[in-house]
């Protein structure tokens, strides 16, 4: 065996039909954060380092393939026989190639990159022709149980209808991921027979084939169980949000942002916050966005995509930014809407007001310069520029530029009509 570990194809196991779900939509286009299961899976697939990405698709597969679009190449499987039948749909994308080919599901979305890199460093190290990653259940029906031998060593992997009461109770459980030897795999792929209780070409025979020809196996506990969960239903897709919630707010934690009540807060993946910045409960960060230091979210924020935060900035409650960069030391303070805009140093933005930068057909940019000071239920007509230095008077309907050092009033003249109401 050659160890090519440069050379990595991953295969996404695509196909299944995911009734559970109860929806019209495939399983595997399901959203968490703002992402397809499948996209995510490719994502991890492509931070591994993968030369090609393949994934196996089935049923629905239209749907999948408008999300993944020429990202991956395409191997179909009409048939839904099993895991290793799956496989052989793939194989000519694996012929005549060496290195690792990685097993991964579309329905699997979380896995840490590190966990497959350390999985593939073991068996590219280790030169084991197939390595899987395994976990420790307390409850581990359902799932496929690790047979070792007295050494230690993976013998076979056997799935729970065909297991007997005494492998039932083997606590260490196999995950489905994979990383082997390509042309091992493909040697042994033939090999498997559906000889067992669902009439499937199970993929976990290859490992007691290539014991059986003296190839070594090996496995990888994982150490975070929740990395492997799958989701085969709306409560299970709940909960992997939640896990990867948890886990993008302890990372951000961890990197000096204080989250008040990280129960509440949403922050999407590739969001960027600064040391020292606070967020405060109910707000949702999406993805694509960058806040600097020392200022404080919300509470009751959503900061949604193409957002750039200087530091020093106050974004207060019920405050929704779209595509919209704010200079340092500028307060938006509550009840604002601003989408498509350009704010610039030491403004503040006053309570009430909007951008209105959506015409019918067209997005439009709202350009408001550096200590400027904007009144409350400002309506900024877009495309619209406020120079420095200026000022807003409260209830105006801005719809033409304002110069610099100006104070600009836009609204009707008040009348009292006396005894109107006898």
């Known amino acids: 065996m050659e160890n090519e570990e440069e050379n990595i194809i991953t295969l996404i196991m695509a196909a299944g039909k995911g009734t559970r779900m109860k929806s019209k939509k495939s399983k595997l286009v399901q959203k968490i954060y703002g992402k397809e299961l499948v996209k995510r899976v490719v994502e991890l697939a492509e931070k591994i380092g993968s030369s090609e990405i393949i994934a196996v698709v089935g049923y629905l597969r239209e749907q999948v393939e408008a999300v993944l679009e020429n990202r991956v190449k395409y191997a179909y499987q009409e048939e839904l026989l099993g895991t290793g039948h799956a496989v052989m749909q793939a194989e000519r994308y694996l012929k005549d190639k060496k290195g690792k080919a990685v097993i991964l599901y579309g329905d699997v979305p979380i896995i840490r990159p590190e966990t497959l890199k350390n999985l593939i460093n073991k068996s590219v190290t280790g030169k084991e022709y197939a390595t899987v990653l395994t976990a420790i259940y307390e409850n581990p029906t359902g799932y496929g149980r690790i047979i070792r031998d007295e050494g230690g060593s993976i013998k076979e992997i056997v799935e729970e209808k065909d297991a007997t009461p005494e492998q039932k109770q083997i606590k260490e459980i196999n995950s489905g991921i994979y990383c082997f030897d390509i042309e091992a795999l493909l040697d042994a792929i033939h090999k498997i027979t559906p000889n067992n209780a669902q009439g499937e070409y199970y993929l976990t025979d290859v490992i007691r084939i290539m014991n059986e020809q003296g190839l070594k196996t090996g496995a990888m506990i994982v150490e975070d169980n929740t990395e492997i969960l799958g989701v085969n239903d709306r409560s299970q897709l709940e909960l992997l949000t939640k896990v990867l919630r948890n886990r993008i707010n302890n990372l951000h934690m961890r990197n000096g942002v ?64 779209k595509k919209t960069i704010i200079d340092s030391g500028t307060k938006v303070p509550h009840f604002i809407y601003l989408g498509d805009c350009e704010v610039g140093k030491n403004t503040n933005i006053g309570c009430g007001t909007i951008t209105c930068n959506y015409d019918g057909i067209n997005k439009n940019k709202t350009l408001i310069g550096d200590n400027c000071f904007v009144g409350s239920n400002v309506n900024f007509v877009a495309p619209v520029k406020i120079g420095n230095n200026s000022k807003i008077g409260a209830g105006s309907t801005i719809t033409e530029d304002v110069p610099e050092n100006s104070l600009a009033i836009a609204r009707q003249r008040q009348i009292n009509k006396e005894n109107y109401n006898k």
């Open 258 to 321: 204080t989250i008040e009540d990280s129960s509440t807060t949403y922050i999407y993946d590739d969001v960027v916050i600064g040391m020292d910045t606070v967020i405060h409960p109910n707000t949702t960060i999406k993805g694509d966005v960058v806040i600097g230091e020392n200022c404080e979210i919300g509470p009751n924020a959503y900061v949604r995509e193409g957002c750039r935060i200087a530091d020093n900035v106050k974004i207060g409650n019920f405050v929704e930014l």
